[in-house]
Each structure stands twice: as C-alpha cells, then as structure tokens.
C-alpha cells in the first residue's frame, strides 16, 4: 500500500506550567515503521500429468492394481501386472517414458473428479479414463526412539498392503527429532522391509528406524 504522510501528534505538557503560561508542545508522533519485508514468490504448482486410458469395454481389464489413501483422498498405484496385457500396459508402450503410468503414482482425479467414490466408480464402469496423476517425492529419514515412543498413528485400510502416516504426536521420538515425517506419507519401507506386517513390526520393536517415505 503507498506510505501516508506522518501525521503529528500534540500532547499538552502541564506538569510545570503557571497559570497563563502556554504549555510546550511535545512531539508525540511514533517513529516510522520499517518498510514491510518483499513478499516471497512462491513457485507455481505443477499442474497434474494427465493421461487418457481407452479400454474395448469396462470389463477390460486395467492391469494394475491401486489402493486409496485413507487421508489423502486419492489413489495409490502400487502395482502394474506384468501377467496381464491391460489398458494401462498398452499405453505405456505407445508413450514416452515421461507419460507412462508408475507404481507409486498418486491418481488425484479421474475424469474431471477428485472426489474418491466417484474416481472407484470410473474405474468399474469406465471406457475413457483422464487420470491425473502426481509423482511421488521421495523422502528418506532415520529416527532414534532414545527410549521414547515412536510418536505417530499409522493408517491403513482394511486388508490393505501398504500403509500411511497419520498424526504425528507431540512428546514423540519423530517431534523430538523434527524428523521430515508429514501426515499422509505413504510409508514404502521401514528398516529395508517392505511388508505392511513387517513395517509395522519395525515401528513398534526397533529403537532406530530408517524410513523410505513417499509424499505427494
């Protein structure tokens, strides 16, 4: 906003004026305020690689395997099935490696929506599927629990074969350390395990943890 000129403030001094003697006129005005520090621009979000699948008909199947992110709302590719000749192999031959669809890929959309119930119902009745996909940031930390407790909740979906980091706890090993661990990472392994049971038998039984995350 543009700089207003100072306004001055009189304050009447009357602690040692006689009757009939002026009082001084105190320069009351408050120093200038620093000018306001430069707004830090903040890079534009990649927009969403989108791809778009074409299958004879919705029984034709997609070959990959995917499962939802309890608190992202989303989709996680954990698989693309080698032993079937799906839509998604398909297009991964015809496109180039920068457009093909990976395990590990976060599906945030499917035509035009984000919301979940409707991306799962795409994928059951859908010919044409637009997906928006994000890459995975692959994040690696080491977490010594020093007795502590680990300090987060971990999620996961019934039956599910991977799992995500929920609440993280203050008085915790992962607060006290400032690990760069974030609500809804994926966590991919835990100590070089990647089973879910396996995982989850780290967090709880080691006292250092070495963590391969995957954030969106």
Do not use: Y
């Not at 000129?5 to 408050?30: F, H, I, Y």
């Not at 607060?175 to 879910?196: F, L, M, P, W, Y």
């Amino acid at each position: 906003p543009p700089l207003q000129a100072p306004t001055m403030s009189l304050a009447w001094c009357l602690c040692n004026a006689d009757a009939g003697q002026r009082a001084e006129e105190v320069d009351a005005t408050p120093p200038p305020a620093p000018p306001p520090a430069p707004a830090v621009k903040q890079p534009p979000a990649e927009p969403p690689l989108r791809v778009t699948l074409h299958r004879p008909t919705p029984q034709d199947a997609l070959g990959m395997r995917i499962e939802t992110s309890p608190l992202l709302g989303c989709f996680v590719v954990l698989e693309l099935r080698s032993d079937i000749v799906g839509t998604v192999h398909e297009h991964n031959i015809l496109s180039a490696p920068e457009e093909r669809i990976c395990e590990g890929d976060f599906i945030v959309g499917v035509n035009g929506s984000s919301d979940p119930e409707t991306m799962a119902k795409a994928f059951a009745a859908g010919k044409e599927l637009q997906m928006d996909l994000r890459r995975p940031k692959i994040v690696n930390t080491t977490v010594s629990k020093q007795g502590k407790s680990l300090g987060i909740d971990v999620k996961r979906i019934e039956g599910g074969k991977t799992i995500f980091v929920g609440v993280v706890r203050d008085g915790g090993a992962v607060a006290a350390a400032k690990a760069d661990i974030e609500t809804g990472d994926r966590i991919i392994a835990v100590n070089g395990r990647e089973r879910a049971e396996d995982m989850l038998q780290e967090l709880s039984g080691s006292q250092v943890v070495e963590l391969k995350l995957a954030r969106i």
